[in-house]
């Protein structure tokens, strides 16, 4: 049986369809369906997950993906099958529904909580007057 080099993934924004990816040599025969991973696109890095595991890809130079963002799918594989089956019934794209199962913080969208603090320049009596 010969190893998978490819991987699809779906995108967490932007495209709707997957993407095909090379393996990484140091991650052959470690990554599964469900795990992020960052990947080149164009002149930019996004984050996905992927959605398949491949023997071969049909074009012909395909881009390794940069780095795994997690160890472990983070979807149970019956989650994992409810968000496919969601796509299809629905008939909307796998990245919709795979963002209802990634909280905010997974995804990165929501930013970081900032406190304010305010201060008289000036004299609270001068203020006061």
Known sequence: MSKALF?????D????KPLDYAIPPDWVGRVAV????EVPLQKGVRQGRISAIKESS???????????LSQQGSLSPP??????WMSRYYATPLQKTLKC????SVRKESEEKK????????SREEALS
Not at 13 to 16: E, K, V
Not at 58 to 68: A, H, I, K, N
Not at 101 to 104: L, Q, S
């Open 7 to 11: 991987v699809e993934v779906v995108l």
């Open 13 to 16: 924004q932007s495209l709707a």
């Open 34 to 37: 469900g795990m992020r991973v």
């Open 58 to 68: 049909p074009y012909p130079s395909v881009r390794p993906f940069l780095r795994l």
């Open 79 to 84: 989650l994992w099958k409810l968000a496919e």
């Open 101 to 104: 199962f990634t909280p905010p």
């Open 115 to 122: 406190k304010l603090f305010v201060q008289l320049a000036i």
